[in-house]
């Protein structure tokens, strides 16, 4: 298999992701291709041990870079060169199987939208990110590539996310539910609450109904859609939010013993170890026909090689062809989307 | 000052409310009155005290209840006589100058917007919630009332909310921050970018740009602006995870000892006085033409009494005045909305 890696993208970039391409390489087995994209003498600078692993990594020179913080649309027009568009056409040419990117999101999905295409069914892709949680792994489908989500959306991100939860988390029987601001049936906007007569009328999808911002972390559900804006804030605030509380209580040990903070540093690592979301890697972009997988901006070495390991569970798997067998059996249609 | 409480609002009435009503007389002046809004015989029933505090308390009868599961516009039709439908007349009719409710949300959002009007000047009331964080309180507005949000509300939350946090809160120039997915101008979906203009328009308004979901626990700013659907998963996702972030906590120190357990149940203790949204008592709904305050459906005594207190600054210090007057000033006009 050929895994194709923006080595430019990410706060930590390219160091990191160099590191984490190299970290992979034993895992992988003999016919897999690792190819890092970027500029050539960037890279090779950074790689004086490739030549000895000579046809496990190789380099396609891309000397354009896209900032983290640049508008996706307008950029990637004028950086046809940019680590990112070259990422996406590799994959369009069928010059590797996979493609990974811890570059600005925004770019990254125009990029792969654009020249992969979608799978047969699908109306628009999303990214799914894996919530670890102490009732199980939660798979969130939108996270921030579509802001501007129909109902049909919202019931496609849900089946996308229920076959990524069964066959890559192994969750039997992924239940899925629609955020919403309460229980409800009336409760919600326009979107969500056709959205929720979608999902209601597919007997094939375990759909346990409106579920509100609470329940991610109380067991509730193994799946849950919503559209792009509110994922996205989902995303960030818990982030934030654990920092902050982390933060304040460490606080408040150093107020009273710092014995206390020491040993407390130690559980907090263990929880820290046991909710990384580094673990799994990158937050696939579901629907593209190919397999793209965006990580955190401020990915670690580990979570690329992390990342690297997941393309490669989602392209044997063949999650894809699931996603599209599943949408070809489907009664929910709609003409609007 | 009058102040009607819903006697039946929230998980714990009758018994919470009541009480909280009784433990707030001690720090209200002589010609504060209280009105107890529900069914004559189950307050009275609660009240044996209430005959030796003549003139304290009072008792409205409302024998009907709303469920905190109903759906608020149709219930509010076919029970005119429930607690809240009464609280608004009472509002309505001058026979109270504030109400207060730990009750269905949705209903009161409706009861009271219909019943009170609109202050001069603004669109649409929307719930405030003031978010205790390290670096100080964050008002959030709207966490749900507006389900349905035009770049003019969210440019009139952030006025609104920025009254309330410099007024009650002692923030002197509070810095407003609109909820997007990106810092960058071009960041969001359409409503949140000319909802950005608008806030750029007023030279009044310290506005502080784009915030992220991440950046409400970090000190970038003292009021957040945003659609109540995102506010309110914001909202119920903060809760959830704060307590599912405790039992993980707790869990992991369960394993490693327990005496160490024992400690940290102290510190968390600290944290959760620290950070209590109950301290706050209740959330505004700011923009109706009187004084509104909705209750977290969990609310006990003291939030009860702390909204009680919370509901007589808001009065006495003329929020409402402070808003007209900051909309009758500003440039900021629109035709849509």
Redesign the interface.
């Known amino acids: 298999m050929r895994i194709a890696i923006d080595a430019m993208g990410g706060d930590n970039a390219p160091d990191e992701i160099i590191a984490g391409v190299l970290q992979s390489i034993e895992s992988l087995s003999e016919d897999d291709e690792l190819i890092l994209v970027g500029p050539e003498e960037i890279i090779e600078a950074q790689l004086p041990s490739l030549k000895s692993r000579k046809g496990a990594v190789s380099v396609v020179h891309a000397p354009d870079i896209i900032a983290m913080?640049e508008?996706p649309i307008g950029t990637l027009r004028k950086k046809p060169k940019s680590s990112i568009a070259v990422l996406a056409k590799l994959a369009k040419r069928g010059q590797t199987d996979a493609v990974i990117s811890a570059g600005n999101t925004?770019a990254c999905v125009a990029a792969f939208q654009m020249r992969m295409r979608n799978l047969s069914g699908v109306n628009r892709p999303g990214i799914a990110v894996v919530f670890p949680?102490?009732g199980g792994p939660v798979v969130i489908c939108d996270v921030?590539a579509n802001?501007?989500c129909k109902p049909i959306h919202l019931y496609q991100y849900g089946v996308m996310a229920g076959v990524y939860s069964k066959h890559l988390l192994g969750i039997e029987n992924p239940r899925v539910g629609l955020?919403?601001?309460?229980?409800?049936d009336?409760?919600?906007?326009e979107v969500?609450k056709k959205a929720r007569e979608l999902m209601k009328s597919d007997s094939n999808m375990n759909f346990v109904g409106n579920i509100?911002?609470?329940?991610?972390?109380?067991g509730t559900c193994d799946v849950v859609t919503?559209e792009?804006?509110?994922g996205?804030?989902?995303?960030?605030?818990?982030?934030?939010?654990?920092?902050?509380?982390f933060?304040?209580?460490k606080?408040?040990?150093m107020e009273?013993k710092l014995r206390?903070a020491m040993?407390?540093k130690h559980?907090m690592k263990?929880?820290y170890t046991?909710?990384d979301y580094n673990t799994y890697g990158g937050a696939p972009l579901l629907g593209v026909n190919g397999t793209a997988l965006i990580c955190h901006g401020a990915s670690e070495s580990r979570t690329i090689r992390n990342a690297i390991c997941a393309s490669k569970r989602f392209y044997t798997e063949k999650i894809n062809n699931k996603i599209v067998e599943y949408l070809s059996d489907t009664c929910v249609r709609t003409t609007d989307g």
Chains 1, 2 share one sequence.
């Open positions: 913080d508008v925004g949680t102490p921030g802001i501007a955020m919403s601001i309460g229980a409800e009336a409760k919600g906007n969500v509100e911002g609470r329940d991610i972390f109380d919503c792009g804006f509110v996205n804030v989902i995303l960030k605030l818990t982030e934030g939010l654990v920092d902050g509380l933060k304040a209580i606080y408040e040990l009273e206390l040993k407390f559980i263990r929880i046991k909710y």
